[in-house]
């Protein structure tokens, strides 16, 4: 999935052209988590595309609109369940793009993956740590003003660095 992922934030990196063909393969734009940076809205629709099994509808509306495309016409539907060919590197990218995007609740489930291999329960413990103080303070920083406020919204900042820290050192 994410040999197509990054396929398809080549042939359409903007917003609008990426809701226009997640529409058209029968995924309404009120279910998809909209980013800034295409890969991370890619992966967003991809997602979705894969949970309610539209993934061949995607590449067919790909397809329309660029029948020339020999990667396209030769994409394999059934690498839709495929997940383990995934470089551990693109994930740990992705990751940093989904943190930097704010859409944390989507991180978790890649660092699971990520830690599964390496069957480490202390530093998926760690992660787990980061993740919430850095979103606690997320919190805070929105619940209060003043100096409060500037004062969590530093420890975010902090908490965020670290986590993508802990990222990249896995």
């Keep these: 999935m994410a040999d197509l992922q990054h ?5 359409f990196p903007l917003k609008e052209e990426i809701l226009h063909i997640a529409a058209k393969a029968g995924l309404p734009p009120s279910t998809l988590t909209v980013a800034d940076k295409g890969i991370v809205f890619w992966y967003n629709v991809i997602e979705e595309a894969r949970r309610k099994h539209r993934i061949p509808a995607l590449v067919d509306e790909a397809r329309r609109l660029y029948p020339e495309d020999a990667w396209l016409a030769a994409f394999d ?5 495929e997940t383990n060919g995934v470089a551990p590197d693109m994930i740990k990218a992705l990751c940093i793009d989904l943190i930097e995007e704010g ?13 599964a291999p390496a069957a480490n329960p202390d530093l998926e413990e760690q992660l787990l740590q980061s993740m919430a103080q850095m979103q606690r303070h997320l919190q805070d920083s929105l619940d209060y ?20 820290a802990r990222i990249e050192a896995l």
């Design 103 to 115: 859409q944390y609740g989507q991180v978790w489930p890649l660092l699971e993956q990520l830690t």
């Design 7 to 11: 396929h398809l934030a080549g042939l």
């Design 145 to 164: 003003t003043g100096r409060r406020q500037a004062r969590a919204q530093r420890f975010a900042v902090r908490g965020r660095a670290d986590l993508i």
């Design 77 to 81: 539907s059934s690498l839709e369940e």
